[in-house]
C-alpha cells in the first residue's frame, strides 16, 4: 500500500471525524454507552467485530454444558446497554441492539426468545452486577 | 500499525487467528499435565456434572387433588402464560385418574420425565433435542426448526409447542414462538444448587428431587423403601421420574 493512500485516507477520516463532531454529515449511529456501568468484556473494536461469536461460543456452553454465570452473559449485555429511556436495548429504534443492526440491514432474532428489557431484569433480581 | 492497514488485513489475520487458536487450544490441553485442562473445564461453575443424573418421585398419595401450587410455581419461573386454550404451553399439568371398579381416585402432576433414552432427541432432525450430561432433556431453540416430531414421539405428551409470540420472557428461561419446549428441571435453578420451583412450592412434599446416582439423597432413599412407579416401563425408555401410588 502506497504512503500517498494511507495519508489519502487520513485526511479522509480526519474529515468525517470533524464532521460528525460538528453534528452535519449523517454517518452511521453512535451507539450510546454508558461507562458509569462499568467496562466492556472486551474493547470496543473487537465487540463490535465479534461480539456474535463471543454470543454464540457462550450460548453452547450455558444451553448444553450448563455454564452459569459465565464471562459472556447475554443478561449482563442487555443490563448495561439498556437506553436509560425505554429500559431496553431492543424497543426503540435508537436502542443499542437494533439501533446497528437496523443501520447494517442484520435481522437480530435473539429478541424473538431473549428477554431485551432491563427493567424486566431488574425486577427478576438480576440486574447490573451479577 | 495504522487503523486503515489494520482494517484491510483483519480478514485473513482473523481466520488464521482462530484456526491457531484452535491448535493453541489443543497444544494447551496435551501439554499441561494430564487431565489438568480438561478437569478445569468440567469443573466450571454450574457446569452439568456427568456424575449425577437428575429425577424427580411424584408421591401422588401425597397429592391434594385440591392444589395446584407445582402448577402455579412452574408457569410463575418459568414466564410461562396463564393456559387458557388448549394450545397453550404446560409444562406441568395436573391429572386426576379414577380407577373404573373401585372408583379410587389419584391426582398428580405429570411433567416431562427426562428419560434416559428421549425419544424426543431420537426423532430430532437438527439435534436441538438434547439430553445433558446430567440426565436433563432440554431443547436448543438456536436450532429448533420448530417442526414438532418431538411433541408426536413423546409417549407421555410431555412436550409442547409454542404457537403465539412470546413477550414476557423470564431473563433465565428464554422462550419463543416456533419452538417445541417442555419441562427443563428448572435447570437455571439446579444448576446453582436450588430445587425446580415446583419441589420447593409443593405444601405436602409430594415432589422429592434429587440424584439418581446418590445412594445417600433423599430421592434414592424413598425409591428404596416404596415400589414407585416407571410409566409405560413396557417402552425402556428409563424415565428420571417416578410414580408412587397410580
Known sequence: ?130 | MNATVQEREQPLNRERRSWLSHFAALAGAAMVAPGVHLLAITSAEGAADAKKRWGMLIDATRCDPHCARCVIACHEENGLPTPTRASDVRWIRKVALREKRSGREVSLPVMCLHCANPPCRDVCPTGATFKRKDGVVLVDRHICIGCRYCVMACPYKARNFVYAPVREQRNEVPRGAGCAEGCTLCVHRIDRGRLPACVEQCPNRALIFGDLNDPSSELVQRLQSISATILRADLRLDPAVRIHGV
Open chain 1, 1 to 130: 500500500m502506497s504512503a500517498r493512500f494511507v495519508a489519502g485516507r487520513r485526511w479522509f477520516l480526519a474529515a468525517a471525524a470533524a464532521a460528525m463532531v460538528s453534528g452535519a454529515a449523517a454517518g452511521p449511529p453512535r451507539p450510546q454507552v454508558y461507562p458509569e456501568r462499568g467496562p466492556c468484556l472486551a474493547e470496543a473494536e473487537q465487540m463490535r467485530r465479534e461480539h456474535h461469536v463471543l454470543l454464540k461460543h457462550q450460548r453452547r456452553e450455558s444451553v448444553r454444558e450448563g455454564v452459569r454465570d459465565a464471562k459472556v452473559d447475554f443478561n449482563r449485555c442487555v443490563a448495561c446497554h439498556a437506553s436509560p429511556v425505554t429500559q431496553s436495548v431492543a424497543a426503540a429504534s435508537s436502542d443499542f441492539c437494533v439501533g446497528c443492526h437496523a443501520y447494517a440491514a442484520v435481522r437480530v432474532d435473539c429478541f424473538n426468545c431473549h428477554q431485551p428489557s432491563a427493567a424486566a431484569l431488574m425486577a427478576q433480581g438480576r440486574g447490573g452486577a451479577r
